[in-house]
């Protein structure tokens, strides 16, 4: 659905966007992420057609933005940063507004304006002026405005800035749903979220992709991905930790807290991390150790963030 | 055309929300009142005719209209609702169109509720009401001018005192060019056919020419032309400082 290709975008000599590609097609949600000043608002604005690239191409359904931008706008809805709202009008009139600017009339822009409403439970302020309303009020009136023609494509910048936990976790669940049948890409500085609603994660860094998988291949990235922590009951450290360096396919061995005493054993290279915890698991019941907990790393992604997106080799190694 | 009035209605709604079309008709109402009463002795004259009344248009349009238009696009640009706009399956110009006829629609209400004056010089006397009528069109056609001006003076920034300030001396020089103490200023140096063309682009010449009750298609063609020439600059503003 959603197709970019080679993004560029330059303010003066400033690169604010260099060479982003990537596609996002029905029934994936794509998390976009990256520090402050990484380019992901940039690259939003350009593939909703605001801002026009300085050099590569977006597609929406096949309706490139520069080309056929009523069309492809169609297709779209986009909730941009910091929600912006007419603050004159009131929730109702603005939403109506939205809807007949999508095309809507009659009785099929109230039904939109209703099920908005319902979707982001905007009931007890559908007649207030949106200058009175708190900031998560806003942002859900926003937000209905983008879904108010039950698009396609969802372009969503910075969703659940703003939002109290309650909130923020139900347009977690609401994105996930409407993830199902639409194309979705939303930017977050929240590395749960991504956790929690993304089928796919791209990391920006200084304009271009630093990182492009799912969740759970990134966190594969990080250095303790795959290390296995040992926790025991009884034991000093010196003799255990020297055992463990001792086994088959162990790696480092790296001593967390004495009491209880727990380690982390890193595999060493080309040895898998399940043959690791079987020979773990062998030697404690070998020498009667209690074991009290035995588990493999998945790895942590804000880990994969900071080691990706921090330049210096210092803060990469204290990241690892 | 759907999303012009669309769009129009918004802004509509947005000027009858804040106080600003109030505040704007009303002063309007009582100015244009007092000038034209008071200072310019409408009923000394004893002539049944609005001569007076419109004399003072282009001068309270230059501080009202302005003051009208200013928040048209640089409110956009505040409040960061451009990128919602723009981003809506508009065309730009779909956008410029209906927010400036929006705009201009209050300046016709203000007009159109000049009416007792109209009732008055009626009352009173049998004026030429082809003339007067005439003066009604010209003076829209000012206040259109005007306001396509402080449309693209309001896109150009985010500050609203800013636009009011650089779309009133703009004004003020369309005025001032065919002003007759500068025309005259000029007569001493100049050929006449510099100081003839520098005139001609005033709106006070070819408001006047108008309020004489004919409607010369050079006249039309001069208001028209400023329109589309600033509503063509603001939609190249627009398009290229979006994201400013």
Redesign the interface.
């Known amino acids: 659905m959603i197709q970019v290709r080679n993004l560029k975008k330059t303010f003066g000599p400033k690169v604010a966007v260099s060479g982003v590609s990537f596609t996002v097609e029905k029934g994936e949600v794509l998390g976009f992420l990256g520090p402050n000043g990484a380019g992901k608002s940039t690259t939003m604005r350009m593939i909703t057609g605001f801002i026009p690239p300085t050099d590569g191409e977006a597609t929406i359904g096949g309706y490139s933005i520069t080309e056929h931008p009523i069309e492809a706008k169609r297709l779209m809805g986009y909730l941009p940063e910091n929600a912006p709202s007419y603050a004159d009008m009131t929730v109702h009139g603005f939403l109506s507004f939205a809807a007949e600017l999508r095309g809507l009339s009659g009785s099929a822009r109230q039904k939109a304006v209703a099920r908005a409403v319902e979707t982001c439970f905007l009931e007890n302020v559908l007649h207030q002026s949106v200058e009175t309303l708190s900031k998560g009020y806003r942002h859900r009136t926003c937000f209905a405005q983008s879904i108010i023609h039950d698009p396609e494509v969802l372009i969503l910048d910075e969703p659940t800035d703003g939002l109290d936990p309650n909130q923020k976790h139900e347009v977690r669940t609401l994105i996930r749903k409407m993830g199902e049948k639409k194309a979705i890409i939303f930017s977050t500085h929240i590395l749960e979220e991504v956790e929690a609603v993304c089928s796919r994660a791209i990391i920006i860094d200084r304009g271009t992709i630093v990182a492009n998988g799912t969740p759970a291949e990134l966190k594969r990235r990080s250095a303790q991905a795959g290390a296995i922590t040992v926790r025991l009951g009884e034991g000093s450290s010196k003799p255990v930790q020297s055992r463990l360096e001792a086994l088959k396919g162990a790696g480092r061995v790296q001593l967390l807290g004495e009491q209880p005493l727990s380690l982390r054993v890193f595999p060493a290279k080309q040895s898998s991390s399940e043959d690791l915890a079987k020979a773990i698991s062998a030697l404690c019941a070998q020498e009667r150790w209690q074991l009290l907990e035995l588990h493999t790393e998945e790895g942590r992604l804000d880990e994969v963030f900071r080691g990706i997106t921090l330049p210096d080799t210092k803060a990469n190694k204290a990241a690892a | 055309m ?2 012009v009035i ?2 129009a ?2 802004e509509l ?2 000027y009858f ?2 106080p600003v079309a109030f505040v704007f008709i009303v002063i309007f109402l009582l100015l244009s009142g007092f000038f034209s009463f008071m200072v310019s002795g409408f009923f000394e004259r004893g002539q049944a005719s609005l001569e007076t009344f419109f004399a003072w248009h282009p001068w309270l349009y230059l501080f009202l209209v302005p003051a009208v238009g200013m928040r048209m696009w640089s409110e956009e640009r505040r ?3 451009l ?2 706009l ?6 730009p110009w779909q956008a410029i169109l209906g927010k400036f006829l929006a705009s201009w629609a209050v300046v016709g209400l203000a007009l159109v509720l000049t009416f007792p004056v109209w009732i008055t010089v009626n009352y009173l006397g049998s004026p030429d009401n082809g003339v007067i009528f005439a003066g009604y069109i010209g003076s829209l056609l000012m206040a259109g001018a005007y306001l396509a001006i402080t449309a693209m003076t309001s896109a150009m920034t985010r500050n609203q005192v800013v636009a009011f300030i650089v779309s009133v001396v703009l004004s003020l020089f369309l005025i001032l060019a065919g002003f007759p103490p500068v025309t005259n200023l000029l007569v001493h140096w100049a050929a006449p056919a510099l100081v003839d063309a520098v005139a001609a682009f005033s709106v006070i010449t070819h408001f006047e020419s108008i309020q004489k009750g004919v409607i010369d298609s050079r006249d039309l063609l001069y208001f028209l032309s400023v329109i589309v020439f600033a509503l063509f600059t603001t939609g190249v503003i627009v398009r290229t400082h ?2 400013g």
């Not at chain 2, 723009?86 to 065309?91: D, E, F, K, R, S």
């Open positions: 759907k999303p669309t769009i209605k918004r709604t947005g929300a804040s409040l960061g609702t990128e919602l723009l981003t809506m399956p508009v065309t979006r994201a």
